[in-house]
């Protein structure tokens, strides 16, 4: 069955850099698009970055552009989130996310239109 797990979170200073894995299994990643999202305490998950299976086009929230770098590695069915210069506001629950059909969907920063979760990992950005 589709599974991911994602890997990578824990505590960092303001000002660092943290990357993030989320590993696919059950399905080949060449096919599919991979989104990541994050949840603050007491608020939504929303879209942080995208990346599509077709045209390796890449997607980002504009609170993390220039930061964040969303990359995959087809062979070992892993896509990362690579999180430098760090602040506060970026502490959350980090997810990785799968559309049910192929690659990214339009609405990429929508959870709705994802249908396979990752666990989430733990990222803490504090002094």
């Known amino acids: 069955q589709v599974q991911l797990v994602e890997s990578g979170g824990g505590l960092v200073q303001p000002g660092g850099s943290l990357r993030l894995s989320c590993a696919a299994s059950g399905f080949t990643l060449n096919y599919y698009g991979i989104g990541w999202f994050r949840q603050a305490p007491g608020k939504g998950r929303e879209g942080v970055s995208a990346i599509s299976s077709s045209t390796g086009r890449t997607y980002y929230a504009d609170s993390v552009k220039g930061r964040f770098t969303i990359s995959r590695d087809n062979a070992k069915n892993t896509v990362y989130l690579q999180m430098n210069s760090l602040n506060p506001e970026d502490t959350g629950v980090y997810y990785c996310?799968?559309?049910?059909?192929?690659?990214?969907?339009?609405?990429?920063?929508?959870?709705?239109?994802?249908?396979?979760w990752g666990q989430g990992t733990q990222v803490i950005v504090s002094s």
């Open positions: 996310g799968r559309g049910r059909y192929g690659d990214v969907p339009v609405r990429w920063w929508s959870r709705d239109e994802y249908a396979y």
